[in-house]
Each structure stands twice: as structure tokens, then as C-alpha cells.
């Protein structure tokens, strides 16, 4: 579970908020705390006043995978492959163990091919599916994307996505400016001006949404 309780932070005013889903979309409008509200839960930022508790502890004794919106503001590597083996070389695990976790999520996102390349000769999309393998590559609890798709090509949004529906994460929390894409999410937040304006499953908020930039296309063209 996801518990969110007298959360004050920058623009963010969360009074009380729980969710059980797996999968949790953020949307709003430019500027209404998204992001902000992201880099709590990921423990990158402490906030100002409250707490988040994510599995029932705080995130910074949660193991969590973030992706960004600009993977070169991320990477920190010169190499493909040390890029991904990062995290489980900081957890101090074996030379063989850390080979096999590279290399099985390089399999699984479709990057092998990039291992030995270096970082700075890939594509915007590239980047953003090592940023993804690097994420997942020792099993978080939790993964948190703040509109990692937002620069994408639809292949490469789909890949990333399809990597999170397989992920063993217990929760996804992801900012996305694609309805269709939120429109997948098992809950919905929609923020406005640093609070959670609507809260729920798909059908819940979008109901609420349907007059709006923020109704899902593909919903609007089956109505």
C-alpha cells in the first residue's frame, strides 16, 4: 500500500491519501506538482512536513527504481553495460550474479545489443530504455517513472510500458502526459495546483474528465 498522510512539500498539500493498485497514473496540468509529489515517493526529496509510507516504510528503506523524463540528466556511466550493472554492483553482489541480471534485463527489454556501446552514441529513445534497464535490473519494490515516455516514439513507449507490466514490482508510479497510456493504470491522480483534485480507478476520474484535454483520445473516438 501506498500511504500518504499531512504530506507538505513545495506546492504539494496531500492531506491523507491510501492506494492499494498496483499501477498508479499521475496526470494534470503543467505545474500542479506531479513531479514534485514523485520525488517524495521516491525518497529523493524528504518533505517539508508529513510522510509518505510505501509497503509500510518510508521510501528511503524501500528498494525503488526511478526513470526520468531526461535520461541524460540520469546516466551516469560511459558504458551501456556498466550503466545497467550499477545497482547491483553497489549491493555488492558477485561478478556472475550481476552479469546474469544484465544481462537477463537487456534480453528482456530488447538492448543486448547495446551492452558495450557507450552511453552518449545512443538516441533519446535508447537512453530511455537503458534508464528503464538500469531501473529494473535488481528487482525494485517499486518503480517510479516521471513521464519516461514523454519524448518517445510509440515503439519505444510500448517497449518501456511492456517492461513495466512485467516488472515484479509490487507498485508503478508513473507521471505520463498520455491519457491512453494512464487510461491503462489500475488508479488515477489527477493533481491541480499541488492537491489531488480526483482519485480512483479510470472510469472514476475520466468520468470526470470527459469535457477536457484529459479525456483518453481512444475513449473519445468509442464514445
Known amino acids: 500500500m501506498i500511504h500518504i498522510r499531512d ?3 513545495r506546492i504539494i498539500d496531500i492531506p491523507d491519501l491510501a492506494i492499494h493498485a498496483r499501477s498508479v497514473a499521475v496526470i494534470g496540468p503543467n505545474g500542479s506538482g506531479k513531479t514534485t509529489l514523485l520525488l517524495v515517493c521516491s525518497g529523493i526529496e524528504e518533505p517539508r512536513a508529513g510522510e509518505v509510507r510505501i509497503l509500510g516504510r518510508l521510501p528511503s528503506a524501500v528498494k525503488i527504481g526511478w ?8 546516466l551516469l556511466f560511459s558504458r551501456v553495460y556498466d550503466e545497467i550493472a550499477a545497482t547491483s554492483r553497489f549491493r555488492n553482489r558477485s561478478c556472475n550474479e550481476t552479469d546474469e541480471r544484465v544481462r ?4 528482456e527489454i ?5 551492452l558495450d556501446m557507450k552511453v552518449s552514441d545512443l538516441s533519446g529513445g535508447e537512453k530511455a ?3 528503464m534497464a538500469a531501473a529494473g535490473v535488481d528487482d525494485p519494490e517499486v518503480l517510479i517513472l516521471d513521464e519516461a515516455d514523454s519524448h518517445l516514439d510509440g515503439e519505444t513507449a510500448d517497449r518501456i510500458q511492456r517492461a513495466v507490466r512485467t516488472s515484479s514490482a509490487s507498485h508503478v508510479l508513473w507521471c505520463t502526459q498520455s491519457m491512453d497510456t494512464a487510461a491503462c493504470a489500475d488508479h488515477i491522480i489527477f493533481m491541480e495546483g ?3 483534485r480526483y482519485c480512483g480507478t479510470p472510469d472514476e476520474v475520466f468520468a470526470r474528465l470527459e469535457e477536457t484535454c484529459f479525456y483518453p483520445t481512444m475513449w473519445r473516438l468509442h464514445r
Open 7 to 9: 504530506l507538505r512539500h
Open 67 to 74: 526513470v526520468g523524463e531526461f535520461p541524460d540528466r540520469t
Open 104 to 107: 537477463a534485463v537487456a534480453r
Open 110 to 114: 530488447g538492448i543486448s545489443h547495446l
Open 129 to 131: 530504455l537503458v534508464a
Open 194 to 196: 499541488g492537491m489531488i
